[in-house]
């Protein structure tokens, strides 16, 4: 069975930084491009970054460019996202997922930018 | 970055069909079409087409998308109550070089 869980979520002040981890079972995750996408309370989707199986190419969203960095670690299929300088507008629940399908989903994890 | 366009909201009576747009532009979804991802409140998202046309295994065939031009479409027949959901279109920008996401259409099934 496919199964995607993130964590790492909690509450920060801004200005803060967290470090996202998605642990990957039930498929082959080095084969897969992955993602990461959020969505703020009462939001849509918003994509934030994804990466090539070998990390050869990476994108951001212009809104977490500088900010964040995503990496991944095959040998322990682990998907990353190092989030750095956060603002109350990264509030939101952040899920990993594959690209372009976009088949497999975790069940999230929460990021609280607050004071 | 700019997103892909969707109505707020579509509702539909039972067994009724719905049809759902997602309108992009030539770099997005005239290029590749897009995914459709079907969303129950607190739950994650659930992929209910790629590849522009293709169903997942499990994925029920009352929901068929199709892809025209700068707009993909999700059908869905013989509705019910359980399809009422958020319905949300994903596309890759090649000009942005970023995934891009509709803001979602809200499905009510009266």
């Known amino acids: 069975e496919v199964q995607l869980l993130e964590s790492g979520g909690g509450l920060v002040q801004p200005g803060g930084s967290l470090r996202l981890s998605c642990a990957a079972s039930?498929?082959?995750?080095?084969?897969?491009?992955m993602a990461w996408v959020r969505q703020a309370p009462g939001g849509g989707l918003e994509w934030v970054s994804s990466i090539a199986t070998t990390g050869g190419w990476i994108f951001y969203a212009d809104s977490v460019k500088g900010r964040f960095t995503i990496s991944r670690d095959n040998s322990k299929n682990t998907l990353f996202l190092q989030m750095n300088s956060l603002r109350a507008e990264d509030t939101a629940l952040y899920y990993c997922t594959n690209v372009p399908d976009l088949d497999y989903w975790g069940r999230g994890t929460l990021v609280t930018v607050s004071s | 970055q700019a997103g892909l366009t969707q109505p707020p909201s579509v509702s539909k009576g039972l067994r009724q069909t719905a049809t759902l747009t997602c309108t992009g532009n030539s770099f997005n979804v005239g290029n590749q079409g897009a995914a459709w991802l079907q969303q129950h409140q607190g739950r994650p998202p659930k992929l209910l087409s790629y590849?522009?046309?293709n169903r997942p295994s499990g994925i029920s065939e009352r929901f068929s998308a199709s892809w025209s031009g700068n707009t993909a479409s999700l059908t869905i027949t013989g509705l019910q109550s359980e399809d009422e959901a958020d319905y949300y279109c994903?596309?890759?920008?090649?000009?942005?070089?970023?995934?891009?996401f509709g803001e979602g259409t809200k499905l009510t099934v009266l």
């Open positions: 994903s596309a890759w920008d090649s000009s942005l070089g970023a995934r891009v």
């Open positions: 590849r522009n046309t």
């Open positions: 039930g498929f082959i995750f080095s084969s897969y491009d």
